[in-house]
């Protein structure tokens, strides 16, 4: 069977379940932490190698400043209350994104997450946080057109490969499977670049309702799918002869 080495999860659907319930948003914020931590665990005794969850986007500081400060409490509680958790059960931290334009106490706490579990070969947890798909790429656009000034690089040697090496990603596999929550069909600016090839899944629960046995139906259909990459299966070419 193929068996993705790295999921990415678009964790959609909070405030939706909230208010289907008729509870602030903040209350769906807060369940949907705890599907977070089921899944990591899930998805480190699974093992899985590489696990990549949108947890703010770059747009989300538009939201509602209450909502944001929300947000950043309840980030801060998941990294002070599970932070040792990870490390203790072999998962890495890995932080994508825009720090620049991030709270210094907030960078300060994500610096913590992976200098504490860096020396750990486990489970790599990817935290997209003030991430978006397009501002990464323009990043390593700029960051290109530094090493072509200085000479580190030239112009001809710029490929594929060597412009992966520039985004936030690098070194990292290109997911094989994206999950989206709440039934929504898009990438909402996730991983634009990585996922040329990706196999999507997306589940018609919100990410407060999504739990261990989800991620398994989920890795089931992608058990399923025949993966290209723009080639034709043998088989195929057969019968075109």
Known sequence: MLYPRHIAIIMDGNGRWARARGL???AGHKIGMEALHRIVHHASQMGLEWLTVFAFSSENWSRPESEVNHLMGLLKLF???????????????RVIGNREEVPADIQSLLDEAETITQK???????????????????????????????GTINIDEIDEA???????????????????TSGEQRLSNFLLWQSAYSEFYFAPCYWPDFDERQLDIAVE?????ERRFGRIPDYKKEKLL
Do not use: C, H, Q
């Not at 990294?79 to 931290?93: A, C, E, S």
């Not at 489970?123 to 200085?150: H, M, P, Q, W």
């Not at 060597?162 to 989206?180: C, G, N, Q």
């Open 162 to 180: 060597v412009f992966s090496k520039y985004l936030d990603t690098a070194e990292m596999p290109d997911p094989d499977l994206i999950i989206r």
């Open 24 to 26: 602030p948003r903040i």
């Open 221 to 225: 259909d992608y058990w399923l799918r």
């Open 79 to 93: 990294i002070k209350r599970d932070l040792l958790d990870l490390r203790d059960n072999n998962v890495r931290v």
């Open 120 to 150: 750990n070969d486990g489970l790599n947890l990817v935290v997209a946080f003030n991430y978006g798909g397009r501002a990464e790429i323009v990043r390593s656009v700029k960051k290109i057109a530094k090493s072509l000034a200085n």
